[in-house]
C-alpha cells in the first residue's frame, strides 16, 4: 500500500473552489514535484495534507491510517513534516533552539524534570544537541547555530526549515518552493541535499517549485495542478511533452 | 563538545540573575545592621519582593507565552486571600516556618486552579480574547471578595453575601473576612528573608523552565504559532502550561504581600495593580526575566525615594520610564549593549557567539 494516498479531496472557500478532486498516491522514500501555474491551489494542497484546511469533501490516508480532518500537531506526529512558502521560523530563538522544537516529540523528558533538573535531563538535552547540530551541519548550518533564526539570510532560512521539518522524523515531507530566493549555485546545492536527504533518511519528498530545472532535475514523478485539478502527471519527460501542460504554462487556453 | 560549549551562556546568565538578588539582600541587610534604612524604607523591602515575583512570573505569559493578560492583580487576590484564611485559622498556630509555607503554597494553588478555568476555556482560541478575560476577572474577583463574608467555627467554613448576622456562627465563631473590610488582625509573618526565598524560588522555576523543552515549546508557540503547530507542538497544553504557572506565582506573590500587613482588603489588587506590574515587564524588557527584576525593585523604590522632592517627582518618574524602554527597547542601543558585553566577557563566549552572528549576517 502506498505511504500517501489522497483521495477524491476537495476545498471550497465560499465560491471558490480552490482545489478538487484531488487524487495522489506517493510511495515511500520517492521524489515527488507538485507544480502548477500561480494560484493554481499548490500550496492549499499542502494546507490540506498537514491540517490546516479541513477538507471539505475526500479521504486522506497515510500509512493506512485516515487523517482527514485531524489537527496539525497530531499529522505531524502521524509522520507529515513541511515547510512553508513564506518562511515561518521561531525568529527569536536559536538555529539550535529551532531543530531542537522539531525533535519535541523524538527526544521527551517532563516539564517537571526540566524544571528540577532531575536525572535525565542532561542527557536528553545532550541527545537533542547532538542530533540537531547533526542535522544542521547538513544543511551547512552548524556554524550559525547559536544565532537567532532571524537573523540568518534569506537562503540560509529556507533551509533551516527543512533542517527543523527532518527533525520531527517524517515519513513525508512536503516543501513549498525550497529553492526560491536561491541563486543557481545555491539551488544546485539544494538539490543535492535534497536527494542526500530522502537517501540518508528514506523519506517521501513531494515538493512545489517554480524553478524547473530544480523540479525536473530531481523529481521522479510530477503532478501539474491547474485552476485545483490535476491536469497531468508523469515523469519529467513526459510532462514537458504534454500539450495541456505547456498549454496551462503559456495561458493557452 | 560544541553543544556544551554553546550551552553556557544561558546558564551564566541565570547565575548572574541569582547573583543579582543575592548581592541585594546581602547589601540590605548590611544597611539594616548599620541603622541607615529607616523603617519606610524597610517596609518597603516585601513589597519589592511581591512585585519581583509578579513581574517575572507575568513576564512569563506575556515575554515568554506571547499572551497578554491583564488581570495579574486578580491572581494575586485569590492567592492573597485563600493564604491569608488558611494563616487565619490554623497556620499561625504552627511553626512559623511551617505555617507560612503551608499558606504560600495554599496561595499558589488556589491561584492555579484560577488560572486553569479561565485558560482552558479562553487559551484555545485563536486571538486576544485572554487580555479581554482576564480584564473582566480581575474586575469580578476584586468585587467578589469586596462583598464575601467569610466566618470559621466548630461546624467548619460559613459563607455569605450579605453581612456578618447571615454566616450564622455559633459562640466559638469567627468573622475572617468581614467584606470590604477584608481580613483584619492578622499576626503579621513576611519578612525580607522569606521574600527574597520567593524570589528566588519563582526565579529557579521559570527560568529552568524557559530553559527546558517545555519552555521552548511555549517560546515557539510565541514565535509562530502555525509553524509551532506543524513541528508537532501540543498547542493549548503549553500555552495552559505556561497561564497556570504564572497565575500560581501571582498567587503566592499574593500571600506574601498579604502576611506582611495586619489587615487585608480586596481593593488593593484592583486594575491598576495589573496594569503596574505589566509597565514593569514591558519597561525591563518583554521576555527578559532579568529586566523585570530591576524594572520592578526601581519603579517601586523610585516613587517612594522621590517623596520628598514632591513637585519634580512626576517628572523624574517619567524620565526613568523614558530612559529604560529606550535602554530595553532601542534595536541601537541593544546593539551596543551586546557589543559592550562582548568586550568585558573575558572568556570570550559572548565574543564568540556575536561574531558568528556578524558572519551570518555578512553572507
Ligand atoms: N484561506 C483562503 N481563503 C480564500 N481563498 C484562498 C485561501 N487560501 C487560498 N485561497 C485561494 O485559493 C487559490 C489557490 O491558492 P494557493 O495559494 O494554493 O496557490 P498556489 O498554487 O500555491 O500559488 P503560488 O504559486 O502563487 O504560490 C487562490 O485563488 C487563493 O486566492
Ligand atoms: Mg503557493
Not at chain 2, 541585594?24 to 519581583?52: D, E, R
Not at chain 2, 484592583?270 to 525591563?284: E, H
Request: aromatic share 8%; glycine share 10%.
Amino acid at each position: 500500500m502506498a505511504l500517501l494516498e489522497v483521495m477524491n479531496v476537495g476545498i471550497a472557500f465560499g465560491g471558490l473552489q480552490a482545489v478538487s478532486q484531488l487524487d495522489i498516491k506517493l510511495e515511500k522514500g520517492h521524489l515527488y514535484g507538485l507544480i502548477g501555474p500561480n494560484g493554481a491551489g499548490k500550496t492549499t494542497v499542502f494546507n490540506l495534507l498537514t491540517g490546516v484546511y479541513r477538507p471539505t469533501e475526500g479521504d486522506i490516508i497515510l500509512d493506512e491510517k485516515n487523517i482527514t480532518g485531524k489537527s496539525p500537531a497530531k499529522i505531524n506526529q502521524a509522520g507529515i513534516a513541511r515547510t512553508f512558502q513564506n518562511i515561518r521560523l521561531f525568529g527569536e530563538m536559536s538555529v539550535l533552539d529551532n531543530v531542537k522544537i522539531g525533535l519535541h516529540n523524538q527526544i521527551k523528558y517532563s516539564a517537571f524534570t526540566g524544571i528540577f533538573r532531575l536525572p535525565g535531563f542532561k542527557e536528553k538535552e545532550q541527545e537533542m544537541d547532538y542530533k540537531a547540530l547533526k542535522l544542521l551541519k547538513i544543511f551547512d548550518l552548524d556554524t550559525v547555530a547559536q544565532s537567532p533564526a532571524s537573523s540568518l539570510p534569506y537562503g540560509k532560512q529556507r533551509k533551516l526549515e527543512i533542517a527543523r521539518a527532518l527533525a520531527t522524523n517524517p515519513k513525508l515531507l512536503l516543501l513549498d518552493e525550497p529553492a526560491a530566493g536561491m541563486n543557481p549555485s545555491e539551488s544546485e546545492e539544494l538539490m543535492n541535499t535534497i536527494k542526500f536527504v530522502q537517501k540518508e533518511f528514506d523519506v517521501a519528498i513531494l515538493l512545489i517549485e517554480h524553478d524547473m530545472n530544480f523540479v525536473m532535475g530531481i523529481c521522479e514523478h510530477i503532478y501539474v495542478l491547474e485552476y485545483g485539478r490535476i491536469i497531468a502527471q508523469g515523469n519529467g519527460e513526459s510532462i514537458r511533452n504534454n500539450p495541456r501542460v505547456i498549454a496551462a504554462y503559456l495561458g493557452g487556453d | 563538545m560544541n553543544a556544551i560549549k554553546n550551552l553556557k551562556p544561558s546558564t551564566c546568565n541565570n547565575l548572574i540573575n541569582y547573583g543579582m538578588v543575592l548581592v541585594f539582600y546581602i547589601v540590605v541587610q548590611i544597611l539594616v545592621n548599620a541603622g541607615v534604612l529607616n523603617n519606610s524604607m524597610q517596609g518597603m523591602l516585601v513589597p519589592i519582593c511581591t512585585y519581583v515575583v509578579l513581574a517575572v512570573s507575568l513576564n512569563l505569559t506575556v515575554g515568554i507565552l506571547g499572551e497578554l493578560s491583564l488581570g495579574h492583580a486578580g491572581f494575586m487576590s485569590v492567592g492573597a486571600f485563600s493564604g491569608a484564611i488558611f494563616w487565619m485559622i490554623s497556620g499561625s498556630q504552627m511553626s512559623p516556618v511551617v505555617g507560612f509555607t503551608l499558606a504560600i503554597m495554599i496561595g499558589g494553588i488556589f491561584a492555579g486552579i484560577f488560572g486553569a478555568l479561565i485558560g482552558i476555556p479562553v487559551l484555545r482560541l485563536r486571538g486576544d480574547y485572554l487580555a479581554i478575560v482576564t480584564l473582566a476577572f480581575g474586575e469580578i474577583i476584586k468585587n467578589l471578595l469586596n462583598a464575601i463574608y467569610v466566618g470559621w467555627d466548630s461546624n467548619g467554613f460559613h459563607f455569605s453575601m450579605k453581612d456578618v448576622s447571615a454566616l450564622g456562627l455559633d459562640e466559638s465563631g469567627e468573622v475572617i473576612v468581614n467584606g470590604a473590610i477584608g481580613i483584619t488582625g492578622m499576626p503579621k509573618a513576611s519578612t525580607f528573608t522569606a521574600g527574597t526565598i520567593l524570589v528566588i524560588i519563582t526565579l529557579f522555576v521559570i527560568l529552568n523552565l524557559i530553559t527546558s523543552r517545555a519552555g521552548r515549546a511555549i517560546m515557539s508557540i510565541r514565535d509562530n504559532r502555525i509553524a509551532a503547530e506543524a513541528t508537532g507542538i501540543n498547542i493549548t497544553k503549553y500555552k495552559l502550561m505556561a497561564f497556570i504557572i504564572s497565575a500560581s506565582f501571582a498567587g503566592m506573590a499574593g500571600v506574601l504581600y498579604a502576611l506582611n500587613f495586619s489587615t487585608l482588603a480586596a481593593k488593593k489588587f484592583d486594575y491598576n495593580t495589573s496594569i503596574l506590574v505589566l509597565v514593569f515587564v514591558v519597561l525591563g524588557g518583554i521576555g527578559n526575566i532579568r529586566g523585570s527584576i530591576i524594572a520592578a525593585t526601581v519603579l517601586y523604590v523610585l516613587p517612594e525615594l522621590l517623596r520628598e522632592l514632591q513637585d519634580y517627582r512626576m517628572l523624574i518618574y517619567a524620565v526613568v520610564l523614558i530612559a529604560m524602554m529606550i535602554f530595553n527597547q532601542s534595536p541601537q542601543v541593544l546593539a551596543w549593549r551586546s557589543n559592550f558585553v562582548s568586550k568585558i566577557s573575558r572568556s570570550g563566549i559572548a565574543a564568540r557567539f556575536i561574531k558568528q552572528k556578524r558572519q551570518s549576517e555578512e553572507v
